[in-house]
């Protein structure tokens, strides 16, 4: 093989040795693309439950459903952190094999540019020329073909290698852009991995506030459960003992009654058979005794009254009666129903009745029971002013005292109740009017 052709077959075989876009680079770049978009996927869903979260405080604070969608967040954020620490690992190395392809392009570039200008030179120091010297110079058509063929890889050789130092001129810009635009792209994903730890963090204070705010809250409710199971075992004595004095003093009422009954026929028939032994005519039948007084056994409130009694105070519900699952998923059992309003106004009594408390309750405040006869009772918690008297008769709408409660946890209110026979609580929604 001549030298002209075994320098054609080199310098093919150095153009196939160029770099291009290796297997290695395209993994990386898609690689990078897939975290890209995962990247987006995570963010998206962390926003998602941003919303959801303000969604969830411009309603009733449920702290138990913030910890969760925080929890949520904070793996949402520590997706985005891990997802932003790959594609800083990937592009720091893809700016590596980047280098190395800039320095060894350089190289390349050198040596072909050294090997171009030593061969303008042995061109300019022949002449324009010299070519032409070579043909007239042969002895022979066959050895004029022959320098003519030489002459013709001479010639691609040249166009080759200035078309290498050409390649590899623009291999090397596009390299040094890539290499900036990575550099920029690392600062870009190192500020992102600042601002997510930090974000992440935020994330992860925020969440350990709500914990032991949530701690708090429990033990809280817990201590208000206590309380109030305690205040209504004391309530539910209470009303037990009235209803025992009640009973006791129907028993007593009945007793005299009857005792009353006796005497009068006693008299009655000492009077006609005193009658009788003076020969006297019989004596005229004695007046009607007076009308009884109501004895307390009768009841002035019933199961007729239902929907139709007056409320005690004009205001919003604030509990209803039974059983209250807490946003926090805290089970309360409410006994009355809440009324709120504000400190000082009003409270009536539902139905005519006798005082059978007018005093601090413990747990309640000052409080009033109405007894209406027939085992019922209507119960007025949490007043501010008590304004009748135990023992004292009252009638349906007068005002018995007035709204207090305001350092319960409810603040101002009153707690209204209503008590059947036997001490059951029952619903009052169920006994007042509708509004």
Known sequence: MSSSRRTAVLLAGLLLALPGPGGAQQNTTRELSQSQRRLQEIRQERQDLATQLRNLRSQVRNLSGEEQILRRQVDASAGVLEEVEFQLARTEEQIAVTTRELLGTQDRLSERRA???????????????????????????????????????????????????????????????QLKRSLDEVQVLKSERLSEHQ???????????????L???????????STLERDERQLTSLIATLERRRREAERREAERREAERREAARREAERRAAAARSG?????????????????????????????????????????????????????????????????????????GTVALAEPFEGYGPSVVLSHGGGYYSLYLYLDEVRVTEGAEVTRGQVIGTVGGQDTPEGTHIEFQIRAPGGQAVDPLAWLQRR
Do not use: C, M
């Not at 033990?219 to 459960?225: F, M, N, P, S, Y």
């Not at 059992?333 to 809440?338: F, L, P, S």
């Open 115 to 177: 090997l171009l200008y030593r061969r303008l030179r042995d061109i300019y120091k022949r002449g324009p020329l010299q070519s032409a010297q070579v043909l007239l110079a042969a002895e022979s058509f066959s050895d004029l073909l022959n320098r003519y063929k030489y002459l013709h890889l001479v010639a691609r050789h040249d166009r080759t290698l200035l078309e290498e130092v050409r390649e590899l001129e623009k291999q090397l810009v596009l390299r040094d852009r």
């Open 199 to 213: 974000q992440l963090e935020a994330l992860r204070e925020e969440r350990a506030r709500t914990l032991g705010l």
């Open 215 to 225: 701690e708090r809250q429990a033990t809280t409710t817990q201590g208000r459960i």
């Open 280 to 352: 006297a005519p019989p004596p005229k039948a004695a007046p009607p005794a007076r009308a009884p007084a109501p004895s307390s056994s009768e009841s002035r409130l019933s199961t007729r009254d239902l929907g139709s009694l007056g409320w005690p105070v004009d205001g919003r519900i604030l509990y209803r009666f039974g059983r209250t699952t807490t946003p926090n998923g805290t089970v309360l059992r409410w006994n009355g129903i809440g009324i709120g309003a504000a400190r000082g106004t009003a409270v009536k009594a539902v139905e005519a």
